[in-house]
């Protein structure tokens, strides 16, 4: 039986009232009761007799639910297969439920991803509870942003700028932390496998290496031929599991097709996908602070490996993006993990010190090639973007931002961009007033990311940040920013445009607070802004020299809002 | 009987049923979600509870004749299904019976699954009187639920 309640729009801003869940079990009594419980805590309910069915919902109405909850036994499907189907497909939390207690089976629920598991009879104050999933989901991306930023940012800071001694010192902690805490969990990956039970939330970290070992293989297998198992087994790496990839797999695709539709307003140069477009907004949130760092922390201490420094460019592959982007990408720069190699932030940084980025360009790449950035980011982490958003257009940017410029390519223009900010901004659907977006950020960034590469990406970043939200408010602030992005004009090294677009900020939460933005902190959202969604291809960031440090040299003027979407560089944290 | 009686009346049934274990909390979280707009909410998910299960009923029941070999995994997915719609409304003894029948059923006893599933019938059916009574009792007595 098929209810439809309607598709409404997103969660308004009660949450977690107007919660929208899917309810999928063959009891038709347990379905009433499930309905009307679930009613009674303000949830959107929809119910549904056949795994089936589900699907189908699902899939027609992508970004139409926060949640599902399924029951273990279905007639015509394993309730564990379309859980997994569930977790690859829509990237959803789902619950699990079964009057079979068995720990077995709770354990088979767990490791097919499920994030909660809960006994029949079910009482309402356990469904009460089910939104801190979605909860945590949203926060988890956009904590590993942020970590990726701060671990940016004070690489970044250590390059070269003297200010923010302060940040130094702090970003040197968090960067310690962060490191401590990837290495725990990494830790705890590599032990999950054998030990399922105890270890805490193990998170494979994809640091860049592991990262760009994947998307070798994908590229060999071919994107559409491509399957988990494959993968796994192309990539050889003993501790990884089917389930590791298999999420992995899924944040790249939704990193891809964002980038994807961004990039019809990038020239698809060199298939950068980065999606410059964040940076204008984050521009202004470059400026300062390590708005790449936002990028960077993400990805680095979110799955995403990017570290900084092998974000950016992982792409082993020379490709032929244009190597200048890469650079910020590559910003191998310090460990890998972190760096998003957000070097690119530092072209970003327009103001030179600013090179908040992280770091992830630190390293060498003194030139900031945003460029390089713009393509390389966004395509790194076009995670980012991705995972925030689920629901944002992605395109908001292209609105704005239709200056962005493009990845990589000379598209920095960042004449074009409106307003200089708005290239950082690209961020990740940067909740449009970069503010507080927290968890816009989410949104954003996926915005971001969708940024996709296109060429549009600056535009995208723009958009993003700015679109999330069309607040304008984006948007102007990185006029002040002018740096923003204006930096990030380092693109092509003439412009010194910093393709902070490249930043994979993706999720750039409103933490993010992409340290880009030197005036006006737009940067905060300017990862969010930062589209991290520029899913570049790996091959595309790892051209990209740092050159931050250099490129934040060049003088920010950035007016336009470069195009910085590489902060929206999606930050691929899987 | 005036309403005060039936109330009283009401109440002791409530009581009983819990008290001889026909019923567990379950049951009072459903009659907690009773509100305007489902007035008759409980009643409606035990109606629709009995509608549903005598198809289990049947199953099992095909299931468990079906010479030379019975089907143990499936009379025991039957079964499970079975318990977990049991289990929501609170029907205690109903679902005690069914983790019995399935533990005849790992252990491959016929003999012992067939006598189970006599006595779950039995309870099934038992249950439903009792709840056909109640639920005509709280009609009478105006009002839905717990007093």
Redesign the interface.
């Given at each position: 039986m098929m209810e439809n309640n309607g598709f409404s729009s997103p969660r308004n801003d009660s949450f977690p009232a107007g919660l929208r869940v899917l309810v999928v079990d063959?009891?038709?009594?347990?379905l009433?009761?499930l309905e009307?419980?679930l009613k009674?805590c303000s949830y959107e309910v929809t119910t549904c007799g056949l795994a089936r069915d589900a699907l189908n919902l699902l899939r027609e109405r992508k970004g139409g639910y926060d949640i599902v909850i399924s029951?273990v036994?279905m007639p015509d499907m394993d309730g564990f297969k379309l859980l997994e189907q569930v977790g690859l497909e829509m990237d959803l939390p789902v619950i699990m439920m079964?009057?079979?207690g068995e720990t077995s089976r709770v354990m088979k629920g767990v490791q097919h991803g499920a994030c909660d598991y809960l006994l029949?009879?079910i009482?309402?104050k356990e469904l009460r509870n089910i939104w801190q999933h979605v909860f945590r989901k949203k926060i988890h991306e956009v904590r590993d942003i942020e970590t990726l930023e701060r671990v940016e940012s004070f690489q970044m800071t250590r390059n070269g700028s003297d200010h923010y001694e302060d940040g130094h010192v702090l970003c040197g902690e968090d960067l310690a932390s962060i490191k401590k805490r990837k290495h725990i969990e990494s830790k705890h990956d590599e032990k999950d496998t054998g030990d399922s039970i105890s270890t805490k939330k193990a998170r494979v970290v994809w640091s860049v290496d592991l990262h760009q070992k994947f998307v070798k293989a994908v590229n060999q297998i071919g994107l559409d031929k491509v399957g988990p198992k494959k993968i796994l087994d192309m990539m050889n790496v003993p501790w990884l599991t089917r389930e590791n990839v298999a999420s992995h797999l899924q944040k790249y695709r939704l990193y891809l097709s964002r980038l994807q539709k961004e990039n019809d307003f990038k020239t698809p140069a060199g298939g950068i996908k980065q999606s410059d477009s964040p940076l204008r907004d984050s521009a202004g949130s470059f400026g300062s602070q390590n708005s790449i760092n936002l990028q960077h922390n993400d990805f680095s201490s979110g799955s995403y490996g990017f570290a900084g420094s092998s974000l950016v460019v992982h792409n082993g592959d020379p490709r032929s993006h244009d190597s200048d982007r890469k650079r910020l990408v590559s910003t191998p720069v310090e460990e890998p993990k972190r760096t998003l190699t957000v070097n690119v932030p530092n072209p970003c940084i327009p103001r030179s010190s600013q090179m908040e980025f992280g770091h992830p360009l630190a390293p060498p790449q003194s030139e900031v090639d945003f460029g390089a950035l713009d393509s390389t980011l966004p395509t790194k982490y076009p995670w980012c973007g991705i995972q925030l958003k689920k629901e944002h257009n992605p395109l908001h940017l292209n609105d704005e931002f239709s200056h962005l410029p493009l990845p990589g390519q000379k598209q920095l223009t960042q004449a074009d961009y409106p307003q200089p900010a708005p290239a950082i901004s690209s961020a990740p659907s940067l909740t449009p007033s970069h503010n507080e977006y927290r968890s816009n950020v989410n949104h954003a960034s996926s915005t971001a990311i969708a940024v996709d590469s296109s060429p549009i990406q600056t535009k995208t970043n723009m958009a993003n940040h700015q679109a999330v939200d069309p607040n304008s408010k984006s948007t102007p602030s990185l006029e002040n920013q002018g740096f923003n992005m204006n930096s990030i004009t380092e693109f092509e090294s003439s412009r010194k445009n910093i393709n902070l677009g490249m930043l994979p900020f993706t999720t750039l939460e409103e933490d993010l607070q992409v340290c880009w933005v030197p005036g006006d902190c737009n940067m905060n959202l300017g990862l969010q802004n930062m589209e991290v969604l520029e899913y570049f291809d790996p091959g595309l960031i790892t051209d990209v020299p740092v050159n931050l440090n250099d490129g934040l040299r060049f003088d920010y003027e950035f007016n336009d809002p470069t195009e910085y979407s590489l902060i929206d560089q999606s930050l691929f944290i899987a | 009987m005036d309403r005060k009686q039936l109330q009283h009346q009401l109440a002791y049934m409530r009581k009983s049923l819990f008290d001889q274990g026909y019923l567990d909390d379950?049951f009072n979280?459903?009659e907690?979600?009773q509100?305007e707009a489902?007035p008759n909410?409980v009643e409606?998910?035990v109606t629709?509870?009995y509608s549903?299960s005598a198809r289990f009923i049947q199953n099992i029941e095909q299931a468990m004749i079906k010479k030379p070999n019975i089907d143990f995994g499936k009379l025991d997915?039957y079964m499970?299904?079975f318990?977990?719609?049991s289990?929501?409304?609170?029907a205690k003894k109903v679902k005690k019976e069914c983790s019995q029948f399935r533990e005849c059923c790992s252990a491959g006893n016929i003999e012992g699954c067939i006598k189970t599933f006599q006595q779950l019938k039995q309870e099934h059916a038992t249950l439903r009187r009792k709840l056909e009574t109640y639920f005509q009792l709280v009609k009478q007595a105006g009002i839905a639920g717990r007093t």
């Open positions: 063959d009891d038709p009594t347990w009433k009761i009307k419980m009674k029951d036994y079964s009057v079979d029949k009879p009482r309402m | 379950q979280q459903l907690d979600l509100d489902n909410f409606e998910v629709l509870f549903d997915d499970h299904q318990k977990g719609s289990s929501s409304f609170g």
